[in-house]
């Protein structure tokens, strides 16, 4: 089997073993933020950070959500990096949005953060700062063990089919389930042209 084959044979397994109730179950909680003019705040760094941006568009155009991705604005988050640190660009730019409890906090990530190694520590500063005000936190993430999977009210993992891929299949699929949610019909606002 060519690596293509190997590839694309992983997608369908892992497609096949993606819980879809947790996607419903999320899917309500983002009916429930949009009813009562919540906001949702896309957080993910490297790859994800791009999905974030990426999907910031979609719900805002295709489900109408207020939405937003911090790391879209590069000046505040290299001004925030350089003067605070790392760990705290997401949880002071959501203190200057004014997170609230009808707000929710979307996570894309492969590992989840990791305090104790430092690893998206950002993320992490992130989720708790959200279960202080009260914030709804959903997450798509490609470990179990990793910050986002233990503290998020609701958290799909993207099954592992092979550990040296887990980073191009995780980032893969956070792409399709957002996607699925915007075309959902409890969701779909506006049609794509396409």
């Known amino acids: 089997m060519s690596y293509s084959q190997k590839h694309l044979e992983e997608t369908i397994q892992i497609t096949a073993a993606i819980n879809s109730e947790v996607i419903d179950k999320m899917i309500d909680v983002l009916v429930s933020v949009k009813s009562n003019k919540g906001r949702v705040f896309f957080l993910g760094v490297g790859g994800s950070s791009a999905n974030a941006s990426h999907a910031v568009n979609d719900f805002r155009k295709l489900a109408?959500?207020?939405?937003?991705?911090?790391?879209?604005?590069?000046?505040?988050?290299?001004?925030?990096?350089?003067?605070?640190?790392?760990?705290?660009?997401?949880s002071g730019w959501l203190k200057v949005s004014n997170l609230n409890s009808n707000d929710c906090l979307f996570i894309l990530s492969v590992g989840g953060g990791d305090k104790k190694r430092s690893v998206s520590s950002n993320l992490c500063e992130a989720i708790d700062y959200g279960k202080v005000v009260g914030a709804r936190i959903l997450g798509i993430v490609g470990r179990d063990g990793g910050y986002t999977a233990k503290n998020a009210d609701l958290v799909l993992i993207i099954p592992t089919v092979n550990e040296d891929n887990v980073t191009p299949h995780s980032e893969s699929f956070q792409v399709i389930v957002w996607h699925l949610m915007v075309s959902h019909p409890k969701l779909k606002l506006n049609p794509t042209k396409w």
Do not use: C, K, Q
């Open 64 to 90: 109408g959500i207020e939405s937003y991705a911090p790391t879209d604005n590069i000046a505040e988050l290299t001004a925030r990096t350089n003067d605070e640190g790392w760990p705290t660009v997401f």
